[in-house]
């Protein structure tokens, strides 16, 4: 059974930084694509970044591209999402996605029913 589990959220000032993990057990992950994705209250979740396993291909949401990064660590199974420059819109629940686990990535997808496991989230808010 895949488990996602998040961690490094918090509250941090405009302008600030934060790192977010997400550390992948339950099977070997060397192909298929990890995402994150956002949900703020009252809004649909979002895509941010995604990052596939063989070959570290990443993909930016518009909003996000130039202020936050998206890393792998392939021998410890974990996801990063390097976030600076924060704004208060950035502010939401981020959740892990792992898709097409064992499978060759063609397209990454930014669409939240591509992807088969999730994390619990970890909530970030950003204060003006």
């Known amino acids: 059974q895949v488990q996602l589990v998040e961690s490094g959220g918090g509250l941090v000032q405009a302008g600030g930084s934060l790192r977010l993990s997400c550390a992948a057990s339950?099977?070997?992950?060397?192909?298929?694509?990890m995402a994150w994705f956002c949900q703020a209250p009252g809004k649909e979740r979002e895509f941010v970044a995604a990052i596939t396993w063989s070959g570290g291909r990443t993909v930016y949401a518009d909003s996000v591209k130039g202020r936050f990064t998206i890393s792998r660590d392939s021998a410890k199974s974990t996801v990063y999402l390097q976030m600076n420059s924060l704004k208060p819109e950035d502010t939401a629940v981020y959740y892990c996605a792992a898709g097409r686990l064992g499978n060759r990535v063609v397209r990454v997808s930014t669409s939240p029913p591509s992807y088969d496991y999730w994390g619990q989230g970890t909530q970030v808010t950003v204060s003006s």
């Open positions: 339950g099977r070997s992950f060397s192909s298929g694509v």
